[in-house]
């Protein structure tokens, strides 16, 4: 599904072109260039442990680069991407650059990437994200594919035959943005998650307006635990969210509040100096002490 405005921070191509339809045709060359010309980047944000505030996971974010305009957001060039037919190529692009990434760095970190419901409805799906692994090295074990409930939108038994086949192959999954779709809750018995997203909304909404968005977080808290699924709270901005997140069972955070997403010399550089703490998940081999 598409994303609306409101994370306002780059906004460029709205507020500088007037015209609609010339805007568009704008930010459809830009990004045929964009792809050509290897102007994306992955950035990181640490996904961190409610009860320890040590780092378990991150997400792999993409940026674009824009010669003339600076960095700008996914929320605004990927539902364009999906519609011109050109989301595929970024997307395996992506996994395949994290893959690379991820096998390179110290820590046996799990890097989640995001998949667009548009890559995730071609058939060669599966054997991309097989090839990725098998091209960089990287143990299956260490991605994770964050899914939005947009893929049930199509054919429900094709969904639930190419998430068994990627549980086959050892990758993790998560279902992003949890409560802004449809019928959020009969998706869970269709599909293996290990991890429910509960989006940014709830999240704001829990400390501003009152008990509402608190009490469909416990409920989505227990149900996951029911479900044997780990639970994220993203968009954590404050000590409040933080705190309220916390209390209501969030097994894990992601928000401004512990990182924004970074540069990948900058997010190892974070973890190496500790300013970001690394759980490991493995072998004694990777502990930093
Ligand atoms: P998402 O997957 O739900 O990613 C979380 C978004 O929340 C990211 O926005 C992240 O920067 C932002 N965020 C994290 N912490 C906070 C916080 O404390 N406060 C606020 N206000 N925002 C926070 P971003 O990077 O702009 O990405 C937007 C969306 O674009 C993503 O939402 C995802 O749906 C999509 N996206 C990003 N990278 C990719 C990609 O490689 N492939 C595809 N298909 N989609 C992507
Ligand atoms: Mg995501
Ligand atoms: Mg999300
Ligand atoms: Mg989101």
Redesign the pocket.
């Known amino acids: 599904a598409a ?1 609306g405005g ?2 306002g ?2 906004r460029f191509y709205s507020s500088d072109l007037k015209d609609g339809a010339k805007h568009r045709r704008q930010i459809e060359e830009d990004l045929r260039d964009a792809v050509e010309n290897e102007q ?1 980047s ?2 990181f ?1 640490p996904l961190v442990c409610t009860k320890t505030h040590m780092v378990k996971c991150c ?5 674009w680069d824009h010669p003339d305009r600076g960095m700008i ?4 060039f ?1 539902p364009v ?2 519609e011109i037919g050109i ?1 595929k190529k ?2 395996e692009w ?1 996994l395949n650059e ?1 893959c690379r990434q991820a096998k390179a760095w110290p820590l046996d970190l799990r890097v ?5 419901a ?2 995730f409805a071609h058939d060669d799906f599966p054997q991309v994200v097989r090839s990725a692994l098998s091209q960089s090295g990287l143990e299956p074990e260490r991605l994770e594919l ?1 899914i ?1 409930e947009s893929v049930f939108l199509g054919d429900t038994g094709r969904a639930q035959r190419i998430f068994s086949e990627l549980k086959a192959i050892g990758v993790k999954l998560a279902l ?2 949890f409560g802004t779709g449809y019928s959020s809750l009969s998706y869970l018995r269709k599909a293996p998650f290990d991890k429910i ?1 509960i ?2 909304s709830f ?2 909404g829990a400390t501003e307006d009152g008990n509402n968005n608190a009490a469909i977080m416990s409920a989505i808290v227990s149900l996951a635990d029911a479900l044997n699924m780990e639970t994220v709270a ?4 404050t000590k409040d969210e933080l705190n309220l997140v916390t209390e209501r069972g969030a097994t894990l955070v ?4 512990f ?3 970074m540069p990948n010399d900058e997010f190892l550089e974070s973890l190496e100096q500790k300013k970001l703490k690394y759980e490991p998940r493995g072998p004694a081999k990777y502990r930093a002490d």
């Open positions: 994303k409101g994370r921070q780059y994306f992955m950035h944000q997400e792999a974010l993409m940026r957001s996914p929320g605004e990927v991407a999906e989301i970024m997307g992506a994290v989640a990437v995001n998949v667009s548009v890559q964050e939005t992003d943005d997203k989006d940014q999240v704001r993203e968009g954590v901005e992601q928000g401004y509040i990182s924004r997403p």
